[in-house]
């Protein structure tokens, strides 16, 4: 699935299709191109591979300079930079990702901050863009969804686990089209896989959590409905409902 999708993006970086016809400007897959072409010629010349014709690059040795990439982004490039990371991290030796688990989800957290400063900037400019959420949620799916079946619980905080499945959960409802369509999309794909074959104790834990979180939510709720009602009442204000 690793390579198919890579041989993808790569039949951007032509001007021309199979056929021989010239293609159709697709800004957004040349980008990204054009950025998956950078991250190879990080990886083959830490190898001192320059030879692609040689080369082939692996998913932990893409995941490796995309997570590089990101840390040291100055917000250029993002959306490409989580876009390849989405398709990278299903292909990570669970090994690597049970030793960098930490790692990411500390990344994806400050990702968060970032795409939030940075789309702010964007609408303040004219030019308001849903796409670098888009793109960053796709990522926290991919994560969750590999975290389910092939991280041991040992190797996971689950504070930030659940604060994971929060966003992801949050952006169920983003008033953003496209970012409430992918969070949906990676949930349903998060609770077909757990199904399928899911590690049992990272399952569990999660919905416990979610119940937890659902209950202390609804009694807030209560709560603040029923205050907001006595504060109505007493204060002069009408009677609730």
Sequence with gaps: MFQQ????????????????????????????????AAIEDVVRSRNGTEDATTATVSPTECFAATMTAIEASDGQH??????????????????????KWQVIAGVLFQMT??????ELAEASAGRASSRLSKWLVACISAFLKATTVR??????????????????????????????????????DIIETGQRGGRKSVRT??????????VCGLLSFLFAAVFTCFRDTFGGGTWCG
């Design 5 to 36: 999708r890579i041989a993808n993006i790569q039949r951007h970086k032509k001007s021309t299709g199979p056929d021989g016809r010239k293609k159709k400007p697709n800004p957004e897959q040349e980008k990204l191109a054009m950025v998956y």
């Design 205 to 214: 834990f999660v919905c416990s959590e979610w119940v937890h979180a659902c």
């Design 113 to 118: 901050k970032v795409a939030a400063q940075v």
């Design 78 to 99: 993002l959306c490409e930079l989580f876009n390849l990371l989405s398709i990278t991290l299903p292909a990570v030796k669970s090994s690597v990702m049970a030793a």
């Design 151 to 188: 991280v041991p619980p040992r190797s996971i905080n689950k504070q930030a686990l659940v604060r994971l499945h929060d966003l992801l959960l949050s952006s169920t409802v983003d008033p953003r089209p496209k970012v409430r369509r992918t969070a949906q999309d990676g949930l349903i």
